[in-house]
DNA sequence: GTAAGCTTTTACCAATCGGTCAAATATCGG
DNA sequence: CCGATATTTGACCGATTGGTAAAAGCTTAC
């Protein structure tokens, strides 16, 4: 019997790069919308239109399927605040970094529910990358704003939960989308309900640190 | 073999009344941080100090106690809403609307993880009370929140984003509970983080919706 | 074409799942 | 204390779970 992955050969072949592909998104499917526990092999198998042993064969285990995508989604998932640039304008970074959030929620809903998923249930597997990268991340970022804050160009508040209340309002899109859009109700039809979060948010949290900047 | 609730003689024994807390209680624990098709009656069971069996004699199914557990939460969930008072002063309204979700994601996270569970994967056991009775609640209130707005005690913005970035940042303390933990790290260890929330989104919504109201 | 390696399938396994059953035991009114 | 009823238990069931073994089928380089 042949290894899948890292045969001797050590390059990957078309197909497993396919397949690999194949199960990753339909693991994404069903993760997010299941959990981890609430999913199985043979529901990932049938999404990506394969026998189960034939998944079986390009991951060895359930776990491992969902450490590759917790993987992936937590690099993207970081991005959008790496690219908080300490050198530009507080309101246009922040403004920016709402945006591209909003964006991710509704272009990789399924990423933020995988996200949400495994948080909610207390993170078991990534609990390292919290308080390791995450929060070193954080932290850097927390201090710039609170330079910024001291310096006068927004109002002075706690960056940690402005972080978190920028990470809530966002992906709340994404998490909660059936409620959202049972409140919505079919005025929600189209994507115009991200416009609207959009605008909201934007002027929520423009507002709120403008507010008493000149002080 | 006896027949548990409602029995012939349609009164509840005294250990009745507490072996179905005791299973709820459990449940709500095993529920909200493994989602419904995670959790396992035998896990519940466990929880609950009593033999599977016994257990399914107080609840005839999983389902069963699930739904049980929903329908007090959501129930639990809609009250502060409820409070809205359209004659008080839109200021304090607000504010205490956000204090009193901000103290029931400290005081009940269990809750509101067994509700984002719910919620984050597809809503199947209340969707229908999402649509119903939610959805009249939030229109009526985001009514209240337009006619102050028109009256220029607030500033001009979308009620219903208004809403739904309340619930976010406010339950984003109880389900994302590790991850902030995680970022805040040490300074976290007391219940300090609630006190420095409350203070955050306070300023945030207030000046928010204060900043345009004069104009 | 053919051999070596890659891919897929069929058949299967032990463990766990939600749930049942009947017998054993505890409780309680009289 | 007794009988009736309420509660608890252990043994069990079929279905589903994550995962394996081995052989069959397919690609590809030569």
Redesign the pocket.
Known sequence: ?????A???QR?????EE?EERILDAALDVFSSNGF?G??????AEAAG????????????????HRQLIDRVLFTWLEPLQAFDAEGRPESEIRSYIRRKLEMARDFPRESRLFANEVLQGAPHIEDELKGPLKELVDEKAEVIRTWARAGKIAKCDPYHLIFSIWSTTQHYADFDVQVRAVLGQASAGEGRFEDAARFLEQLFMDGLRARAGK
């Open positions: 019997m042949a290894v899948p992955r045969a001797k050969t990957r072949t078309r197909i497993q397949k526990r999913s199985t092999i043979d529901q990932i394969m026998s189960k042993p034939n998944l079986l064969y390009y991951f060895r285990t359930k776990e491992a399927i």
